[in-house]
């Protein structure tokens, strides 16, 4: 079955500290790739998409994402995370085509001052 | 304001007592679709409807049922609410599948079956 894999339950990481969230997927053709965040008691929101093209994709809030297709990759960075950013990170795959969006079970970080 | 509507956001009810969840979206999207938000499981997919009277079963679609017999309305059903339906339900829309497309969420339902 089309899966997306977090590796990351949960992270914690003080502020000022560099992120990167792992993300893989297991379709093998063409994929829509997207990364969410859920701040606490929110619903979720999208950080930036992949569809094609630069496979470095730049989203709201300084965060990126790299897209590497030999390894079926989509990691989410920062390069210095702030106390805002504690939050849920979802990760999100499609083939294109009429099928749903699948979701990772999501990170969980905590920045701390 | 383009945006997806849910509610009630907070319902807490008793087992067997049928439930209905009401989404709706200003965005003349055609595909709509339910997940649930459980802690460890992250989001998994209930139903989806890619236009009117077209609906399909996702991950987890039993003990639930939709319809969708407007393009703006998707409401989620629980015909006989059991205690493992507590969750956080949030109904989502999109343009349509997969093409450079991204979903729009509601702000969640959290339900509470005693």
């Known amino acids: 079955a089309q899966s997306v894999s977090q590796h990351n339950h949960h992270v914690i990481l003080s502020e000022a500290a560099s992120l990167e969230l792992g993300c893989n997927y297991s379709?093998?053709?063409?994929?829509?790739l997207f990364w969410y965040v859920q701040y606490p008691g929110q619903h979720l929101q999208l950080l930036l998409k992949?569809?094609?093209?630069?496979?470095l994709v730049k989203g709201i809030k300084g965060f990126e994402a790299e897209f590497i297709k030999s390894k079926f990759s989509f990691n989410l960075r920062k390069p210095s995370v702030q106390w805002s950013d504690t939050a849920e990170y979802f990760c999100?795959?499609?083939?294109?085509?009429?099928?749903?969006?699948?979701f990772g079970k999501g990170t969980r970080l905590s920045v701390i001052a | 304001e383009a945006q997806v509507t849910q509610n009630p956001r907070y319902l807490i009810t008793v087992t067997g007592k049928k439930l209905t969840v009401t989404c709706s979206q200003n965005m003349n999207h055609e595909y709509m679709s339910w997940y649930r938000q459980d802690p460890g499981l992250g989001l998994r997919q209930i139903y989806y409807s890619m236009n009117v009277e077209v609906t399909d079963k996702g991950d987890v679609p039993e003990g639930y049922k939709v319809s969708r017999k407007e393009k703006r309305n998707f409401p989620l059903i629980l015909e006989s609410p059991s205690p493992n339906q507590t969750s956080l339900y949030f109904c989502?829309?999109?343009?349509?599948?997969?093409?450079?497309?991204?979903?729009?969420f509601g702000q969640g339902t959290r339900l509470t079956v005693v």
């Open positions: 379709y093998g053709g063409t994929v829509n």
């Open positions: 989502a829309s999109s343009l349509a599948l997969g093409y450079n497309t991204e979903a729009f």
């Open positions: 999100a795959a499609t083939p294109s085509g009429n099928t749903p969006l699948v």
């Open positions: 992949y569809f094609s093209g630069d496979p």
